[in-house]
């Protein structure tokens, strides 16, 4: 294997010993490098505060250079080279500026760089090109005994992370353990070293090294190992002003690749080891324990002749001002003088709000002075107002189909910056509309009945609250929840901010209630497989999962569950986030809905992975004893149900924390999710209520830390509304339950409800700090006596303007909402749409939150968007609101765009297969296809497809289409 | 929703399916001196109607191939899945196609045809001259 | 919080801070409490900075700044700085020109990057800071004979010139440009660096040394328009 080779000024200078060694170690390993033929200095970081762009075109050269030299891939070892050199590469391809200007500039001394060569980094060869057991196989002096804390320092993980992870790089401690030595656990492996500033601002820069040599030398590291020479210069040459000031502290440091030639036995002269200040010597002694503290690896439309002035059709033009949000870009007394010359155009008015009652009241009044017999209104998205408008029209005794609308504000006046372009679009648009609404015919309305029943999917408090509500209605329900209970993220929760109710004592009697209901069919682990139909008559499958118990025997007393094999409970349990146990046969809480237990297959002794053997003494089936309630032969079954309406209220799933490994969690054991806390605050959870950490110790101090997954552009931009509050009242819980010293770190307290803002008064009160900074890292290197054994947070309080360090026992993450990992799945279900974020998108968000794009179907709860318990409560109510509307009425009035068979039908058969809602059949006797307008959506699928033009669609005609056309582009004719 | 701009170029016919789109629409655009089609379907598995944006997406492929045999740039005519949150999405794809169609020129079909007609009003004239004159010859010599 | 050693640096720019300290100067020598009147005016702000700034590419998203203090938090250099990270991005696009350019924050950033991966607004801090510098040396704010100025300008000079850097004689430069003194009291680190090879005075020079200042001249001189 061949490479281009860039040292850099450094490893020819100071950091000499770095390339003394890398080069034999490559040899060895059967890589050739080849030294770039007249290379130049990157620029480094200090050519970088005085101009970029030349700092640039100064490594660019060095990438052209590369690339000429046909060798494909350029190896830089040294870490500051190595970022330049990405950097330029990522400057090149996202700035054209800068790109202009480096290829003036390598053109001036007649080079071009066409930005593909790949900049690597020797970890990443050695690691990904040539491989561990490549490198394992030449090791004949193994490191046997020999600690070391591996440093990466910041430029090869900051800001780009290419090869290796950025906060907990591991590449380097995989190769020195393949190397046989033991990798102690060093949390400043990526802290800066200080750079340049040891030379220039000695008081920052010494310190920050004496830091990096304390932390290795308590971690017990016989030496460092580095991959930057600037680095190792600072860790290595400052070592009498480190001693000085702070005494014996100092651990040899040496370069990565100097350990590899150690381990292949190649003479130490050749490593440049005697370069180093502090010597380093070493010989294998015996370990006591050799224990690997790995960094854990976390876990992403015929030529139509003009329309000729037509004496029976009169067209009455309205184009809406909307108050500036139209008039602001569109000329809008421009359109409507424009429009009133147009052919069939009997009258053309601009009004400031068309949608309000005056607006359309002139309809109405018009319709009868001025006898029209078409309307059409540009405005705003038909989405909107179509049905307003129709309704106007209808009042005014037209039929509603003809009428027509345009929109020209979310596809004009919003959406265009040129006033001239926006107008000139605007004429276009209503020109086209009124030929097309010249076309338009009379058609009956479409009356499509509603089934009464109601399907409501998640039995959180949003489901609980919308199947109640509807079922005192009178109407049937059916309540299907995905876990073996009802009750949702609400009942795990201790207290509910900021009354402190229990939260268990205000759900439980709603979910009884749920429970005992004549009208609520309550089907638990059950999820929906399959939705068909549409508003008024959706036919729903549901998959109902074998719980191995029968549910109406069981009369949940548990006797099963003290009687099973495992006298222990022994698996995670599931409801106290795995902080509990249970056994296989296990209810999922006390107050569970329904009261019935289950067995899980998976570590049921009677199955083996999920498949049943009958291999158990089964003592549970003994203590059932008469009710003969548990059926291991139990299969998941499918039932169907027929429903006219839907309401979804699947809720959130809090943020998975593991994507922020920067806080700890699963590094530290005390570092808790927000909802781990609900569960140990409880009376009813793990602990019983006791604050006792996963090491058994109680904490004295406690940090809590705001805005976990949220308001962050790198995991989730939005807030998620109830962190603070509830942050707030784990706070209130902890203190109370512990007696401990609690910290808040917040960017803004969000308190907007009822009572809220008094509460934040009553933590204040309480004596809790709140401090007002945003935590980048929990750590647990210590720098004083007193931060020994604990967990360190390190902000700045911006308030009172200092940076502190607080050290604490125990860490609690307020955890954003987020949609379900299945909530595209979800949504192709039910045929909604998922906005941006991933939650279920509304249909308007001032005026619709409930409704969806689809008739039928509502949403309701955090699935809808981050939400607390009384707004859910209130959406829930609304979307049963919305159902009972439908279902009260009886019927749904459907647009008739519905299609039909034209006379000239050939009976090719092309268009039978097309329709998805089976409504076209061939009708034998006739030889023609005929469609059933009972099943037609009005798709139009079958329209576009018929070869021979012979599938009509009443209100989306063919010629009603390509009047459309030609009227858009007649000024081009 | 999110008032993203884009170039104001473009001029828009609302359907209820991409599935409703006929062929002949999008050459009767052409032929009316559009420059360009832009298509926009549900992604494929969110249609509405199921699968309109299916059936639309054959018709497409076929008609690519056609319009490549009339000598139409395939950047002309385009099928985009964009879905109701895509505010951005409808911005890049119209800015994009802009841009490609400013650099491929107008097609401006209706001026090429008054061309074509005129040249062919042109041969006929001069064909009918020859006969004429041939004719003329033929007498002349009886 | 202030710069202790305000009044010690070397600026250029008065403003009306300026003037009105020297006023209470005067008066502070009657009181025995020093107290200190510091209060901002629309006038000493350089209406626009914050833009120019922020038009530089990569910088952009300092407009959505919501001021949450992480850079600081996770800054290893900030507790030495008179303004805090997130204090230098408030003053900038509040267009503070003076008081950010004299600022010690600015020279103390060791450019590690830290805050510029944890910012939650994706703002890349450290590329502001490096924008700061460069503005800061060309308008000249900073004291006679500070080192960090001048060793990028003694670094340009000498990569202009030869292509390469030839570290120890950076160094040396360095210190006798800035302080000597401090040059001799790092006289250990000297011998260290001679005793184990790693000290040469031999300069590093590439072969097309002239194309160096060739490429840089060409970024400052456009060509014109093509015919």
């Given at each position: 294997m061949k490479l281009s080779y860039f040292p850099g000024c450094s490893l020819k200078g100071l950091g000499r010993a770095y390339e003394e060694s890398l080069l034999p170690v490559m040899r060895h390993l059967g890589v050739e490098l080849v030294e770039l033929d007249d290379w130049n200095c990157c620029g480094a970081t200090a050519y970088m505060a005085v101009d970029e762009a030349k700092a640039c075109v100064l490594a660019a050269r060095n990438l052209a250079l590369a690339e000429q030299s046909g060798r494909g891939q350029l190896m830089a070892p040294c870490a500051a080279c190595y970022l330049v050199l990405n950097k330029t590469k990522h400057y090149f391809h996202d700035y054209p500026a800068m790109k202009a200007t480096i290829d003036r500039a390598l053109a001036a001394v007649g080079l071009s760089y066409a930005g593909d060569t790949a900049v690597r980094h020797p970890l990443d060869i050695l690691l990904n090109d040539i491989g561990i057991e490549a490198i394992r196989q030449k090791v004949t002096q193994p490191l046997k005994g020999l600690k070391v804390a591996t440093y990466y320092g910041c430029q090869i993980v900051r800001p780009y992370a290419t090869f290796d992870d950025q906060y907990n790089p591991t590449s380097m401690d995989r190769l020195l353990e393949a190397l046989g030595a033991t990798i102690v656990r060093y949390p400043l492996k990526t802290k800066c070293c200080g750079g340049s500033l040891t030379g220039t601002v000695p008081a920052a820069g010494i310190r920050m090294v004496y830091i990096l040599h304390n932390e290795a030398r308590k971690r017990g590291a016989d030496c460092i190992a580095t991959v930057c020479p600037l680095c190792q210069f600072n860790l290595d040459a400052y070592h009498a002003q480190v001693r000085s000031e702070y005494g014996e502290v100092v651990v040899p440091t040496v370069y990565f690749s100097q350990l590899m030639g150690l381990a292949f036995g190649l003479p130490e002269k050749q490593l440049g080891l005697q370069r180093a200040a502090v010597p380093f010597r070493w010989r294998p002694a015996p370990p006591p324990h050799a224990h690997l503290t790995l960094g854990r690896n976390p876990v992403p439309a015929p030529t139509l002749p003009m329309v000729q002035l037509n004496p029976e059709i009169r067209i009455g033009f309205y184009v809406c001002h909307c108050g500036h949000n139209i008039a602001s870009m569109v000329d809008c007394p421009e359109v409507a003088g424009y429009v009133g010359r147009l052919p069939g155009v009997v009258l053309s008015r601009d009004y400031k709000y068309m949608c309000s009652d005056p607006g359309q009241e002139l309809i109405q009044k018009d319709i009868a002075e001025f006898q029209l017999n078409r309307v059409v209104v540009a405005s705003c998205s038909p989405l909107l107002h179509e049905h307003t408008f129709r309704a106007a029209v209808a009042a005014g005794?037209?039929?509603?189909?003809l009428f027509h609308m345009v929109n020209i504000r979310e596809h004009d006046s919003w959406v265009h910056t040129d006033r001239q372009e926006a107008t000139a679009k605007a004429k276009a648009l209503a020109r086209a509309a009124i030929r097309r609404a010249t076309l338009a015919r009379a058609l009956p309305e479409r009356q499509v009945p509603i089934n009464p029943a109601v399907l409501v999917v998640g039995g959180g408090i949003a489901g609980i609250h919308a199947a109640l509500t509807l079922a005192q209605a009178g109407k049937h329900v059916w309540l299907v929840e995905r876990e073996p209970s009802i009750g949702g993220h609400m009942a795990r929760f201790d207290k509910t901010f900021p009354t402190l109710d229990c939260a268990a004592c205000i759900l439980t009697p709603k979910m009884s209630a749920v429970g005992s209901h004549p009208n609520i069919t309550l089907w638990s682990y059950s999820d929906v497989v399959q939705v068909d139909g549409f508003v008024g008559n959706f036919t729903v499958k549901v998959r109902r999962r074998p719980r191995y118990v029968n549910e109406d025997l069981c009369?949940?007393?548990?006797e099963c569950i003290g009687n099973c094999i495992y006298k222990e409970a022994k698996f995670p349990d599931e409801f106290n986030e795995g902080l509990g146990k249970r056994k296989p046969i296990h209810i999922p809480f006390p107050q569970a809905t329904p009261q019935v237990v289950l067995i899980d297959p998976q570590v049921c002794l009677n199955f083996k992975r999920g498949v049943l053997t009958d291999r158990c003494k089964k003592t549970c089936v003994e203590a059932c004893g008469d009710r003969k309630?548990?059926?291991?032969t139990q299969k998941e079954e499918v039932k169907e149900i027929q429903v006219g309406t839907i309401i979804v209220a699947t809720g959130f799933k809090p943020f998975d924390v593991r994507r922020v490994p920067q806080y700890g969690y699963g590094t530290y054991p005390n570092v808790y999710t927000a909802l781990e806390v609900e569960r140990l605050v409880n009376a009813s959870g793990p602990t019983a209520g006791e604050v006792i950490l996963r090491d058994g110790r109680r904490p004295s101090a406690i940090a809590i830390i705001h805005c976990v997954g949220s308001r962050d552009k790198k995991t989730n931009r939005w807030c998620s509304r109830v962190c603070c509050m509830y942050s707030m009242k784990l706070a209130h819980l902890l203190k109370e339950h512990s007696g401990a010293e609690l910290y808040n770190f917040y960017i803004d307290i969000r308190a907007p409800g009822k009572g809220y803002e008094e509460f934040y008064d009553k933590l204040n009160e309480e004596g809790v700090h709140f401090i007002r900074g945003r935590v980048g890292e929990v750590t647990d290197?210590?720098?004083?006596?007193?931060?020994?054994?604990k967990l360190v947070i390190r902000v700045e309080d911006t308030l009172a303007g200092v940076v502190r360090r607080i050290p604490v026992d125990m860490v609690v993450l307020a955890t954003g909402l987020e949609p379900h990992a299945d909530a595209q799945d979800v949504r192709r279900l039910f045929n909604m749409s998922c906005g941006t974020e991933g939650f279920f998108l509304e249909r308007h968000p001032k005026l619709a939150p409930v409704n969806t794009f689809t008739d039928g179907v509502f949403i309701a709860g955090c699935c809808q968007g981050p939400r607390d318990i009384p707004d859910t409560v209130a959406q829930a109510g609304a979307a049963a609101a919305e159902a009972l509307a439908l279902i009260d009425r009886g019927f749904i009035m459907q647009e008739p765009n519905t299609a039909y068979i034209l006379?000239?039908?050939?009976?090719?058969?092309?268009?039978?297969?097309?329709?998805p809602y089976t409504a076209i059949a061939f009708d034998e006797a006739t030889g023609k296809a005929v469609i059933n307008e009972a099943l037609c959506k009005g798709c139009g699928t079958c329209v576009g497809s018929c070869p021979s033009g012979s599938i009509g669609q009443h209100l989306f005609e063919d010629d009603e289409v390509f009047s459309e056309i030609a009227g858009l582009l007649a000024a081009y004719l | 929703m999110s008032r993203l701009k884009y170039a104001p170029n473009v001029r828009v016919i609302r359907l209820m399916c991409s599935g409703r789109v006929d062929p002949q629409f999008i050459l009767e655009a052409l032929r009316r001196g559009a420059d360009g089609v832009l298509i926009g379907g549900c992604h494929p598995g969110d249609c509405h109607y199921v699968e309109g944006n299916y059936k639309m997406l054959r018709r497409y492929r076929l008609l690519q191939r056609m319009l490549g045999d009339l000598g139409i740039a395939a950047p002309r005519v385009r099928l985009e899945w964009i879905s109701a949150a895509e505010g951005e999405r409808v911005k890049s794809v119209i800015n994009e196609m802009t841009r490609q169609l400013q650099a491929l020129g107008p097609l401006d079909l209706p001026g090429k045809f008054t061309d074509w007609d005129q040249e062919v009003i042109a041969l006929a004239r001069e064909a009918q001259a020859k006969v004429a004159a041939e004719t003329e010859a033929e007498v002349a010599h009886v | 919080m202030k710069p202790s050693s305000a009044a010690s640096l070397d600026t250029v720019g008065q403003t009306a801070q300026d003037r009105s300290d020297a006023r209470d100067a005067r008066d502070h020598r009657r009181s025995p409490l020093r107290i200190e009147r510091t209060i901002k005016y629309e006038s000493d702000r350089r209406v626009g900075f914050g833009r120019e700034v922020m038009s530089v590419p990569g910088c952009e998203q300092l407009e959505n700044c919501i001021q949450c203090g992480t850079c600081s938090g996770v800054c290893p250099l900030s507790i030495y700085m008179d303004h805090s990270p997130r204090q230098v991005m408030a003053l900038t696009r509040a267009d503070f020109r003076d008081e950010v350019l004299r600022s010690h924050t600015i020279w103390l950033c060791a450019s590690c990057y830290s805050c510029t991966v944890e910012c939650p607004q994706q703002i890349r801090i450290t590329d502001i800071m490096y924008e700061l510098k460069q503005r800061a040396i060309s308008a000249g704010i900073y004291p006679r004979r500070f080192p960090i100025p001048v060793l990028a300008h003694e670094f340009t000079r000498m990569v202009r010139k030869h292509g390469r850097i030839t570290e120890l004689v950076l160094v040396i430069r360095l210190f006798l440009k800035t302080d000597w003194l401090a040059a001799l009291g790092n006289w250990r680190l000297g011998l260290d660096l001679m005793r184990t090879g790693r000290f040469s005075l031999l300069t590093e020079r590439i072969k097309h040394h002239g194309d160096i200042a060739k490429m840089l001249d060409a970024v400052d001189h456009p060509p014109g328009p093509a015919p």
């Open positions: 005794g037209l039929n509603p189909y009369t949940g007393c548990q309630a548990i059926d291991f290197w210590a720098m004083i006596p007193e931060e020994e054994g006379d000239d039908c050939s009976g090719c058969k092309s268009c039978i297969p097309l329709c | - | -």
